[in-house]
């Protein structure tokens, strides 16, 4: 199973970028689905993104598309949440996630994730 441990949060105004990294250790990053999801005070986690283990396919929430772009280095093991155009409603922490593969990353059924990182939008 991977380890996984986010950076990059932050605080933001609104319309700003950041951009969340998620470092992977141990065995089989190669064959894992990775995702992003992420939990406001009061809310549901929420499933943001997916990336297949190769690159292939990919899936956004709707509220994020245009905006958010997933992407992964299995040789650098790292993988990456570009967020731009960012609104107060994004304001979450927001987690990196391991699925056994895209379908089930898709469904939401991950099998390991890291601690997370805060993301504030605010002006």
């Known amino acids: 199973q991977l380890q996984l441990v986010e950076s990059g949060g932050g605080l933001v105004q609104p319309g700003g970028s950041l951009r969340l990294s998620c470092a992977a250790s141990?065995?089989?990053?190669?064959?894992?689905?990775i995702g992003w999801f992420r939990q406001a005070p009061g809310k549901a986690r929420e499933r943001v993104s997916c990336?297949?283990?190769?690159?292939?396919?990919?899936d956004y929430v709707d509220s994020v598309k245009g905006r958010f772009t997933i992407s992964r280095d299995n040789a650098k093991m790292t993988a990456w949440l570009q967020m731009t155009s960012l609104k107060p409603e994004d304001t979450a922490v927001y987690y990196c996630?391991?699925?056994?593969?895209?379908?089930?990353?898709?469904?939401?059924?991950?099998?390991?994730w890291g601690r997370g990182t805060q993301v504030t939008v605010s002006s």
């Open positions: 996630a391991s699925a056994p593969d895209y379908r089930q990353c898709v469904g939401g059924l991950f099998d390991a």
């Open positions: 141990g065995f089989g990053m190669d064959y894992v689905a």
């Open positions: 990336l297949s283990s190769s690159s292939a396919s990919m």
